[in-house]
């Protein structure tokens, strides 16, 4: 009985974790191999956003200011957007995909820097970072950095 309830409830979790991800409205995704995928399909760069969803003031602001603003949607439009969270409430994501991020984590962002915007080509190879965000509202040094990795 308990494995056909959790059979039944599986889709829902697979949903609350992808609302969970980034509700922005432009189409971030949380799989590195899609991504990548994506990448090669469109000959597009791929924008790696590291996070602390839940924990990190800065990430929160440059979300709200830059991320979830309608100015972000020429910039989303070049590139393939990956969504990388490291909450600290464990509950936010699947064990399986914090496990994924931190092991992006490990090979493009070693410093734990957060927030970050590392830009990445098709293949894999890193073109840019920029980590940091002062929360004074002021984002023109993060849509230069868009601007310069864009195809």
């Given at each position: 009985m308990?494995?056909?309830i959790?059979?039944?409830l599986f889709?829902?979790f697979?949903?609350?974790?992808?609302n969970?991800?980034?509700?922005?409205?432009?189409?971030?995704?949380?799989?590195?191999d899609?991504?990548?995928?994506?990448a090669?399909?469109?000959?597009?760069?791929?924008?790696?956003f590291?996070t602390?969803?839940?924990?990190?003031?800065?990430?929160?602001?440059?979300?709200?200011?830059l991320?979830?603003?309608?100015?972000?949607?020429?910039?989303?439009?070049?590139?393939?957007?990956?969504y990388?969270?490291?909450?600290?409430?464990k509950?936010?994501?699947?064990?399986?995909?914090?496990?994924?991020?931190?092991k992006?984590?490990?090979?493009?962002?070693?410093?734990g820097?957060?927030?970050m915007?590392?830009?990445?080509?098709?293949k894999g190879?890193?073109l840019?970072?920029?980590s940091?965000?002062?929360?004074?509202?002021?984002?023109?040094y993060?849509?230069?950095?868009?601007?310069?990795?864009?195809?």
């Open positions: 308990k494995k056909l959790l059979l039944l889709p829902v697979l949903t609350a974790q992808s969970t991800n980034y509700d922005s409205g432009y189409d971030w995704l949380t799989s590195y899609m991504a990548m995928k994506k090669k399909k469109n000959d597009k760069n791929i924008l790696m590291f602390g969803s839940d924990w990190c003031p800065p990430c929160v602001a440059l979300k709200k200011d991320l979830d603003t309608p100015k972000f949607k020429s910039y989303a439009d070049e590139y393939i957007l990956l990388v969270d490291i909450p600290r409430n509950d936010l994501l699947s064990a399986t995909q914090l496990a994924d991020n931190k992006l984590a490990s090979k493009y962002n070693k410093r820097s957060v927030p915007m590392k830009i990445v080509n098709e190879n890193e840019g970072a920029m940091g965000y002062s929360m004074n509202g002021e984002i023109q993060h849509t230069k950095f868009l601007s310069k990795y864009t195809k």
